[in-house]
C-alpha cells in the first residue's frame, strides 16, 4: 500500500512538474536562456531624425552649411571639444542660444560604455524606425497608423519573462506620428495582454489632461470598486465580442491602483510645478525625459523605453534642429545622472541610445531665420546612425564600427534588450526577429 | 388456430410500424444567438465618449471637450485604466443623472431594465436581471452609481 502510495505521489509530482510550465499565465515555458547583465534597461529612442554628421561626426556647420565650424554640441554622450562659434544651439541671452548648457555628467556616456559609431538604420522614416527598433524586425510590409504586426519587445519580455505590466513602460514624446499605437503588436500569440504600460505625458499632464483626468471620484477599493469589477466581470461573461484594441493590458488590480496614485501624484507635482525635470527645460522632448524619470522613480521598471522627437524640425530649422540635439544630450545625461542617483537603479541599469533614423546628405531648399538649409531624411546617407549602451557589464571606453566598417544594425535593439534581461536565446527561438539582428553585446 | 395465429402475426408485423406524420409549421429555422450578439462594430474614442456623456448627463458633449478627451485616452496605454479615470471624473462632474438609491432599491428589476436601455439599448435576460438583482440585494455597498460604472466600464457597452 505504502508502495502504492509512494508511486502515485511521484508521478503526481511528476506531471505537475512537466505541466506546470504550460499552466503559467506568463507564458514562460522555460528558464531564462542566459544570466541578467543587469535588472532595469533604459531605452532612449533618440528619435526624430539625427544626421550622423552633427552627432558622432561632431562637424557642427561644417559638414552642413558650407562654414567652418566643428563641433561637439553632445558633450553629455559624446568625447570632443564643442565649437567655438556662432554659437546657437544654447539658452538665449543677448542672442538667441549664445550660451551653451552646462554639461551634467563628468564623465561622457562614451568614456563609461561602448560607443557603436557607424550603424545601419534598417527604415528612414519615423514609424517605420521605431517599429524596427521595438519589433527587431525590418518588417517592410508594416503600415503607417497601424499597430506592430509582429511581436514587440514589450510583449516579448511580459510574456516570456513573466514581467508584470507595470515593470514594463513605453513613455512617449506625444499622441502623434502613431507613437501611441507602439505598445503592443496585433500578433495573435502575443498582443495586448503583454503590452506596455504606455503615457504620454505632454498630453496626460497638459491643461487638457488637467480638466479631464485630475478630478478623478476616489473609490474605495474594496467596498466600491470591488463590487464594480464584479459587476463588470459577470457583463463581460454575457458578451462574447472581443477586440485587441479594447480593455486592459493585463495590469492587475493592484498595479491599476498604483498607476492610479502615480496619475495622481503626478498631477499633484505638476499642479505645483515641482515634477522632475532636467535643469533647462521649455517643454518637448526634456519635459517628456522628466516624466520617464518620474516613472521610474515611481514603478522602478524593468524595462523602459522613452521616446523623443523635438530633432525634427530639422526638416525647416536647421537651427532648432541644433538646439534640440543639444537639449536632448542634456536630457539623456541628465536621465543617466538620475538613475545613477537613484538607490535601486543606480549601477543595476543598462541605457541604450540610438536614434531611429538618420538625416540626409543634401539639403532640401527651406532656409531658417539664420539662412541655414533644413536637411530630410530620403537619401542613403539617413542609414546612417550611431548607437551607444552603459552601464553594467557593458565595456567602457570603447568605440565599435567606423564610417568605412558600420557595425550593428537597428533590428538589433530587441534582441539586445533580450540579452540583458537573460531572454536572447528565447526571443530569438520565437522566429520573429529579423535574421540578420545580433544583441549588440554580440557586435562587440 | 395456427393459421389463424400466423395470419395475425403478420398482420400485427406490417399494421405496427406507421409512418410519422410530419408537420409543416411554415416557420424558418433560426439559430439561437445572445441577445447581445449582433453588437459587432467597435465604438470609436469619439463614440464611446460621447455616447457615455450623453448616458450619464442626459446632454451631448461639446465638439471641443470631445477632441480634448480622445487625445487624453490616447495618451494613456492601459484603455481600460484610462477610461476608468475617465468615468470618475464624470461622476465627480455636477449634473450627473443617477437614480437615487433608495428608488433602486425600491424596484430593482426595474431599475435593471432601464440600466440595460441606457447603457446597452437592450432588455436584460431573466438570467442577467436575477444575477444582478441577487448581487444589488446582497452587497448593501452597491449604488446606482456603481452600477452605471461597471456597465459603463463593460466590454459590451464599447460594442454597438
Keep these: ?444 | 388456430m395456427k393459421y389463424i395465429l400466423y395470419a395475425l402475426s403478420l398482420l400485427f408485423l406490417f399494421t405496427s410500424c406507421q409512418p410519422e406524420d410530419k408537420y409543416l409549421y411554415e416557420v424558418n429555422e433560426v439559430d439561437v444567438l445572445p441577445v447581445n450578439a449582433n453588437k459587432s462594430k467597435q465604438k470609436t474614442i469619439e463614440q464611446f465618449v460621447s455616447i457615455l456623456h450623453a448616458n450619464l448627463f442626459q446632454k451631448a458633449l461639446s465638439a471641443d471637450e470631445m477632441v480634448e478627451i480622445r487625445k487624453v485616452i490616447e495618451s494613456i496605454g492601459d484603455k481600460e485604466l484610462a477610461y476608468e479615470i475617465l468615468i470618475s471624473n464624470f461622476m465627480n462632474k455636477p449634473g450627473v443623472i443617477i437614480p437615487p438609491d433608495e428608488d433602486m432599491r425600491a424596484d430593482i428589476d426595474e431599475f435593471l431594465v432601464d440600466t440595460y436601455k441606457r447603457f446597452f439599448v437592450r432588455f436584460p435576460t431573466e438570467a442577467e436581471k436575477a444575477y444582478m438583482r441577487n448581487f444589488i440585494e446582497a452587497d448593501p455597498n452597491v449604488t446606482a452609481e456603481l452600477v452605471y460604472f461597471s456597465f459603463a466600464l463593460s466590454n459590451e457597452y464599447q460594442f454597438y
Aim: proline content about 5%; aromatic content about 10%.
Design chain 1, 1 to 444: 500500500m505504502k508502495r502504492r502510495k509512494f508511486i502515485k505521489t511521484t508521478a503526481a509530482a511528476a506531471a505537475a512538474t512537466i505541466g506546470m510550465p504550460y499552466i503559467l499565465p506568463t507564458g514562460r515555458l522555460f528558464a531564462r536562456t542566459n544570466s541578467r547583465l543587469a535588472e532595469h534597461v533604459v531605452f532612449v529612442l533618440f528619435a526624430g531624425g539625427v544626421r550622423q554628421q552633427e552627432a558622432v561626426g561632431m562637424q557642427y556647420l561644417d559638414g552642413s552649411q558650407n562654414e567652418r565650424i566643428p563641433g561637439n554640441i553632445m558633450y553629455n554622450m559624446l568625447t570632443g571639444a564643442p565649437p567655438t562659434d556662432k554659437i546657437v544651439y544654447g539658452t538665449d541671452a543677448n542672442l538667441a542660444g549664445e550660451i551653451p548648457i552646462p554639461k551634467i555628467l563628468n564623465t561622457t556616456l562614451q568614456e563609461q560604455g561602448t560607443l557603436f559609431k557607424e550603424m545601419r538604420a534598417t527604415q528612414i522614416g519615423h514609424y517605420g524606425g521605431l517599429n524596427v527598433a521595438l519589433q527587431g524586425n525590418t518588417l517592410y510590409s508594416q503600415g503607417l497608423k497601424q499597430k506592430p504586426l509582429n511581436p514587440t519587445i514589450f510583449e516579448y519580455l511580459r510574456r516570456h519573462g513573466g514581467i508584470p505590466a507595470s515593470k514594463v513602460w513605453f513613455v512617449g514624446n506625444g499622441i502623434g506620428n502613431s507613437v501611441p499605437l507602439l505598445n503592443h503588436s496585433l500578433h495573435e500569440d502575443y498582443g495586448r495582454l503583454y503590452a506596455a504600460n504606455f503615457i504620454a505625458p505632454s498630453v496626460t499632464f497638459s491643461s487638457i489632461g488637467f480638466k479631464h483626468l485630475a478630478n478623478a471620484k476616489v473609490y474605495h477599493p474594496e467596498h466600491e470598486l470591488d463590487p464594480v469589477y464584479k459587476m463588470k466581470y459577470f457583463l463581460d461573461n454575457n458578451f462574447k465580442n472581443a477586440a485587441q484594441t479594447i480593455g486592459g493590458i493585463g495590469n492587475t488590480f493592484e498595479e491599476k491602483q498604483d498607476i492610479k496614485k502615480f496619475i495622481e501624484a503626478t498631477f499633484e507635482k505638476t499642479a505645483n510645478n515641482i515634477q522632475i525635470r532636467p535643469p533647462v527645460s521649455g517643454g518637448g522632448d526634456l519635459e517628456t525625459i522628466g516624466y520617464a524619470c518620474e516613472v521610474l522613480e515611481w514603478f522602478k521598471p524593468t524595462f523602459l523605453t522613452v521616446n523623443l522627437n523635438n530633432v525634427d524640425g530639422c526638416h525647416s530649422n536647421f537651427t532648432g534642429y541644433l538646439r534640440a540635439l543639444h537639449r536632448a544630450d542634456h536630457g539623456v545625461g541628465f536621465l543617466w545622472d538620475f538613475i545613477q542617483k537613484d538607490p535601486v537603479l543606480k549601477d543595476n541599469t543598462i541605457m541604450i541610445v540610438m536614434p531611429e533614423c538618420g538625416r540626409n546628405l543634401n539639403p532640401n531648399p527651406i532656409l531658417d531665420h539664420n539662412d541655414w538649409y533644413g536637411y530630410d531624411h530620403s537619401d542613403a546617407n539617413a542609414r546612417r546612425i550611431f548607437g551607444m549602451m552603459v552601464g553594467p557589464n557593458v565595456p567602457s571606453n570603447s568605440v565599435i564600427g567606423s564610417e568605412t566598417n558600420p557595425k550593428g544594425h537597428s533590428v538589433d535593439i530587441a534582441l539586445t534588450v533580450a540579452d540583458i534581461l537573460g531572454l536572447k536565446d528565447t526571443v530569438a527561438n520565437v522566429g520573429l526577429v529579423a535574421g540578420n539582428s545580433r544583441s549588440l553585446f554580440d557586435r562587440i
